[in-house]
């Protein structure tokens, strides 16, 4: 799963930075980041907990 998230982020960002170099959106990091950097935080506390633990017992 870890896998499959950097490839889609790496993909949505490079999207994303294709489409200002084209001028097809305007885009403010700055802006963006401190209207919505509680979201981040969120994000973050819901990976941990859908991170499955390093120890697994058997039965």
Avoid: H
């Amino acid at each position: 799963m870890k896998g499959n998230f950097a490839a889609v982020a790496l993909t949505v960002i490079g999207v994303i930075a294709l489409a200002v170099n084209l001028d097809l959106i305007e885009f403010d990091l700055v802006t963006l980041l401190r209207k919505w950097w509680p979201m981040g935080l969120i994000v973050l506390g819901v990976a941990l907990y859908f991170t499955p633990d390093g120890e697994q017992k058997k039965s």
